[in-house]
């Protein structure tokens, strides 16, 4: 990628960034031995690591820890999303409203909600998205609305 | 411990939660180690991964993902709390207001803002809480309030 400015090669900037601009991972498979394994050591509850004792708990299965389905968003979103310094999140609201199985595949959907410059800090801003995480069904099993950091063009309030 | 109604002798019900109460964790230490583990799994980004890269990043070092923060968040939180039915969260909103470095000893403190119990579903009910990851030095690193399903005492609002 070549540039007139200097900014770095690699990665987005606000400037490259529009509000309604979309997102598509690549998709990622879970088996129960990746959910078992998450959560041994994260999330140590029945229905996260044992077939038969997760029948008669609330998820009625094996169900992945939603910290499970967090970290495999992180990973499918800095695959698919290259921001300029890196994907830095600030926080953001997380919901689970259907749970992670054995088998499904996943993949998220990125869509940019608001793209806000920094007043004090003039070298960035805050990129607010909402990450929908599907399974194969096209059914969402996490939504998340985060706020990023970015980093504005070098030298773009100066031009 | 004993009962006179017959709830499950294992785990807090809806009535055994009060606005106000405090739950304590014990304690986990994070070094490199675990913080790059984690990282080339689900976060990798230098930052995450790699000491020296990390140094010229908005980190200045190497930090744990934020993923990873509250994946330890939620294996402190199962150790510390005990709800009937396992500790089930329906989201939350979540930030990091400062990073988790190697060698940060990590404990949850967490408590019960909200108890609703739910119109539609007379056996359960909905608990807002909120959980502050503290570093070593009293640092709150990850803020989480988050939404727990809560079963109500069996038989409880026939008796």
Tied chains: 1, 2.
Excluded at 58 to 82: E, K
Excluded at 86 to 111: F, N
Aim: charged share 20%; proline share 5%.
């Amino acid at each position: 990628m070549e540039s007139k400015t200097g900014e770095p090669s690699e990665g987005l900037t606000l400037e490259d960034l529009a509000v309604g601009q979309v997102f598509v991972s690549g998709s990622h498979t879970l088996d129960a031995s990746q959910i078992k394994t998450f959560a041994r050591e994260f999330d140590p509850q029945p229905f996260h690591t044992d077939e038969e004792a997760a029948k008669n708990t609330f998820f009625g299965g094996l169900a992945a820890s939603g910290w499970h389905t967090a970290a495999i968003t992180m990973r499918l979103l800095v695959s698919s999303i290259s921001i300029s310094g890196g994907l830095i999140g600030a926080g953001g609201d997380l919901s689970w409203p259907r749970a992670t199985r054995p088998g499904d595949t996943l993949h998220v959907e990125t869509e940019v909600l608001e793209i806000r410059p920094s007043r004090s800090r003039p070298d960035r801003g805050m990129v607010t998205v909402r990450t929908v995480t599907l399974n194969q069904e096209g059914q969402a099993v996490q939504i998340l609305v985060s706020r990023l950091v970015v980093p504005r063009r070098q030298g773009y309030s100066h031009d």
